[in-house]
């Protein structure tokens, strides 16, 4: 490996040779994939090595997530409603 820094002239080109030894310091691994998901922790199954599944279940999976999305969705609409209608209501009592 050649470094640069070395005297000027006819014999040191400018270059020093220098070695590098290298250590392996543990055992080299081999990692198998298990499970990969569409986000972190809560996506969609993407692969798993040990559990498959046909296709109806997991077109069923999918509906049971939108649906769970959905029911979620509405129930948040109603809260703010809610939080809406209790406003107007106590700043309504207030102004007796």
Do not use: W
């Amino acid at each position: 490996m050649g470094l640069p820094g070395g005297k000027g002239g006819k014999k040191g080109s400018g270059v020093r040779q220098s070695v590098v030894k290298l250590h392996e310091i543990g055992p080299r691994l081999e990692l198998v994939p298990v499970k990969i998901e569409e986000g972190v922790c809560d996506g969609k199954v993407l692969f798993h090595k040990y559990n498959t599944r046909s296709e109806k279940e997991v077109r069923q999976q999918d509906k049971e997530k939108k649906d769970a999305a959905d029911l979620k969705r509405k129930r948040r609409e109603a809260q703010e409603r809610n939080v809406e209608r209790k406003k107007k209501h106590s700043s309504k009592g207030e102004e007796d």
